[in-house]
């Protein structure tokens, strides 16, 4: 089983900054760099949405269009580990941040329990 753990939330005032971390560990799991890695959010009261996806083939990376480009994805294979670096953020930015993983792009099998942030006004 593959078992993914986010880290990194917390509540931070508008116009700062957090990095998320998300730890991938498991029986199965000996080739992160493989893997398709997301970054999820869910606001209070809205769907979950895709804010980022990093694949290795190429170095492949996709950021949503309304984060205009204040959110950065980024791994470290050796580490096993996501990052997103989020910055300038806003009170929208409100939100449980999950990362997923698969073995390719569009493909979310493995989740992690989230990590709440709070972006106060």
């Known amino acids: 089983q593959v078992q993914l753990v986010e880290s990194g939330g917390g509540l931070v005032q508008s116009g700062g900054s957090l990095r998320l971390s998300c730890v991938a560990s498991g029986r199965t799991f000996n080739t992160f760099s493989s893997y398709a890695m997301n970054w999820f959010r869910q606001a209070p009261g809205k769907e979950r949405e895709l804010l980022a996806s990093h694949w290795w083939i190429g170095g492949s990376i996709y950021h949503a269009d309304s984060l205009k480009g204040r959110f950065t994805i980024s791994r470290d294979n050796a580490k096993s580990t996501l990052y997103l670096q989020m910055n300038s953020l806003k009170p929208e930015d409100t939100g449980v941040y999950y990362c997923?993983?698969?073995?390719?792009?569009?493909?979310?099998?493995?989740w992690g329990q989230g990590t709440q942030v709070t972006v106060s006004s």
């Open positions: 997923a993983a698969g073995l390719r792009r569009g493909e979310y099998v493995y």
